[in-house]
């Protein structure tokens, strides 16, 4: 089974093909998420330190394009079914926002 490193914070386990924003939620980081793991939005977007992840569909794309400042290494963790060991940044959390995640996304 794969393991997620977040950046200066932990180290843990998940379940192969599950959604890295699912893996993120259920292991205690905050990660902020709105539109439901539709990559409608970019809340739930990662940067992708070390590890191979697929490449990014047309509506990720076309959600991480309206966002100027980001550069390749960005991806939405809605969209990424994880295989292999990761180390990634969470750009948003919901506890610095000051609102709630959002729906949760579907498996």
């Known amino acids: 089974m794969p393991w997620i490193t977040v950046e200066g914070e932990k180290t843990f386990e998940v379940e192969a ?6 893996c993120l ?13 539709n990559a409608r939005c970019t809340t739930c977007r990662v940067e ?6 697929p490449p990014p569909d047309a509506r990720e794309l076309a959600a991480l394009d309206r966002e100027e400042h980001l550069s ?6 809605c969209q990424i079914r994880v295989q292999s060991d990761l180390t ?12 709630t995640p959002g729906p949760r996304p579907r498996p």
Do not use: M
């Open 25 to 37: 939620e259920d292991n205690g980081i905050d990660i902020l998420h709105r539109c439901g793991g």
């Open 72 to 77: 390749d290494t960005y991806r939405l963790s």
């Open 88 to 99: 990634v940044r969470v750009a948003r959390r919901a506890h610095r926002e000051g609102i």
């Open 48 to 53: 992708i330190l070390a590890g191979e992840v």
């Open 17 to 22: 093909g599950k959604k890295l924003v699912l």
